[in-house]
């Protein structure tokens, strides 16, 4: 059952949810600013190698964040156009809320927002969770690497494909997995939990949405089968 949040309780659910995550953390928030707790929890999940999305949609992102966010390789960030919707989910707990992800807000305004218990109401988090999923799949992940000549750092959304002469080259899995610097099994891993693969008999199937997205599975080559 769906419980009442005030902002205190808000605040305080947010926290506990970052913080007990052992598998994942959704964070959806059209401001992004966030203040030196959440950060330290994040770094935290980050340290512990558990995948983190933020998606954001309101403005660019301020230098602050840049360059905290830089070093953070299991923290991958997403902007949505017209995006208004504040949600966090990790695997057990769920806070739709109207409390923007943003320093100010989280001392200054008065806010509210619902809790949900995977384990109490699994079906309103399985509807809250999938439309997080449809948001994050209609998002453009930000590549925040760049930096302009004068040192000044920023943001780039453009898709991480490999471009010659206007044609997208298609990478195998073992480069993608060295370009993003993780173990093959992890971006594989990665790719199940986000819908790309299906997992069968412990072999990776191409689902609908990874055919859908571009990826090709090539059963036969001296090297055997790869993606």
């Known amino acids: ?13 947010l926290e506990e949810l970052i913080k007990e995550a052992v598998d994942r953390v959704i964070l959806i ?3 992004l600013k966030l203040n030196d707790r959440i950060k330290e929890l994040l770094a935290d999940k980050n340290r512990l190698k558990i995948d983190v999305r933020l998606v954001y949609g309101k403005s ?15 923290i991958r ?20 809320t109207s409390l923007n992800l ?4 989280q001392i200054n305004n008065n806010e509210m927002g619902v809790l949900i218990r995977r384990s109490e109401d699994a079906d309103l ?15 453009e992940e930000v590549r925040i690497s760049l930096e302009r000549p004068n040192g ?15 044609v997208i080259a298609k990478l195998t899995s073992s480069k993608l997995s060295r370009r993003l610097g ?19 008999n412990g072999e990776h199937v191409l689902s609908a949405l990874g055919e859908n997205s571009g990826i090709v599975f090539v059963p036969k080559s001296r090297h055997g089968a790869y993606l």
């Open 182 to 200: 993780i173990p093959t099994n992890e971006l594989l891993d990665r790719a199940v939990s986000a819908g790309y693969f299906d997992l069968i």
């Open 60 to 74: 660019e992102l301020q230098p602050p964040e840049i360059e905290w966010l830089k070093e953070l390789t299991y």
């Open 29 to 31: 928030s059209p401001f």
């Open 125 to 139: 988090y399985r509807d809250v969770y999938e439309e997080a999923q449809r948001i994050i799949r209609i998002s």
């Open 1 to 13: 059952m769906a419980k009442f949040l005030n902002t205190s309780a808000t605040n305080y659910f």
């Open 102 to 105: 943003y320093e100010f807000s």
């Open 77 to 96: 960030t997403s902007y949505c156009k017209n995006l208004h919707a504040k949600c966090y989910i990790s695997e057990e707990l769920c806070v739709v």
């Open 152 to 166: 000044e750092v920023v943001e780039d959304v453009r898709p991480d494909n490999s471009i010659a002469g206007g």
